[in-house]
């Protein structure tokens, strides 16, 4: 049998955490999901000493807005909490009549600041060397996210066609990239100085076999490029992840293009990033005349025809 953490001692509780956490692996969730989950119901059940369906709707509510008062939630961890709850009450115990009477508040977006073209630049000349210049490059040029970018292998570049294939990002998604020259050249550069090591894995063979990159070794690149840039803001995988966005919605692309290559399930997340973007200025377009024109040119055609 299969074992998880926050387990609470009592094989009831456990039973039900293991369910969740069944029902969870088996419909493809994210690790990173399931332990928030998993964590979320443990929480609840040390809390009350009783299962989610023993309890009422209004003692649901209260237990949750008490655990958020006690750590000091946001909105957002707040919600996780609900999604949460009611995804054991709906397809772990099936009780609807709980879940559907469980409301879940709205996600209040903070602004956040977005690194404009002259701060990427300075970022990328303090790079102290080819791997973390790849490193930051690669955070911007493509948006991937940190973990997705620690998963990448040699073989998941396509440097004819200029792609990354991101295989089981976030939601057990894959989602194909594109990058330019300069990457490229970047890419072939770093291959050429790594060559024992470029075909085991990628990012994780840098110059040295005895260390390898994690979370914490890219924000320090990261944080030491920043540093040696002189740049005010608090910068952070994620932030760049961001940056791209909002320049490539500055430069032309679109919102259905960019909602692809960041790999969101719903429009209305890309749709986030609208409100930093500058976009080009489109031109006057009159739709009659459109009209009007596509009508002549059929005409024309068929006189031909």
């Known amino acids: 049998m299969r074992k998880i953490k926050n387990l609470t001692g009592d094989e009831k509780f456990d039973s039900a955490i293991l369910s969740l956490d069944n029902h969870l692996f088996i419909s ?14 443990c929480k609840f059940i040390m809390r009350t000493n009783k299962l ?10 209260n237990i ?35 879940f559907s009477r469980i409301p879940i508040p709205k996600t209040k977006f903070y602004d956040v600041e977005i690194l404009n073209l002259h701060e990427v630049e300075s970022l990328f000349s303090a790079a102290k060397n080819c791997r973390d210049l790849l490193i930051l490059q690669l955070l911007y040029e493509t948006g991937v996210r940190i973990k997705e970018l620690l998963n990448i292998q040699s073989h998941d570049f396509d440097l004819y066609h200029k792609t990354l294939i991101i295989k089981n990002s976030k939601n057990q998604k894959t989602r194909i990239v594109h990058f330019g020259e300069n990457l490229k050249r970047t ?9 024992s090591l470029f075909s085991a894995s990628f990012i994780n063979s840098n110059f040295h076999p005895f260390f390898t990159i994690s979370r914490s070794s890219v924000r320090y690149i990261i944080k030491t490029a920043v540093k040696n840039c002189g740049i005010q803001k608090r910068v952070t995988p994620h932030l ?21 290559l960041l790999g969101h399930s719903h429009l209305t ?7 930093y973007a500058i976009l080009p ?19 024309i055609n068929l006189i031909r025809a």
């Open 281 to 299: 200025e489109s031109k006057n377009i009159s739709i009659l005349d459109k009209l009007m024109n596509h009508i002549q040119s059929n005409q």
């Open 64 to 98: 949750i807005l008490d655990i958020q008062e006690q750590r000091g939630f946001q909105s957002s961890t707040l919600k996780h909490y609900i999604y949460a709850i009611r995804y054991y009450l709906k397809n772990v115990v099936e009780r609807m009549d709980l």
């Open 52 to 61: 989610p369906e023993e309890c009422t709707k209004n003692e649901i509510i």
């Open 240 to 260: 760049l992840r961001h940056a791209f966005a909002v320049h490539y919605l500055n430069f032309g692309g679109t919102i259905y293009q960019l909602q692809k």
């Open 28 to 41: 493809g969730k994210a690790m990173a999901t399931r332990k928030r989950y998993n964590f979320a119901l």
């Open 187 to 195: 890419l072939l550069q770093y291959q050429k100085i790594n060559t």
């Open 269 to 275: 997340t890309t749709f986030y990033y609208l409100q």
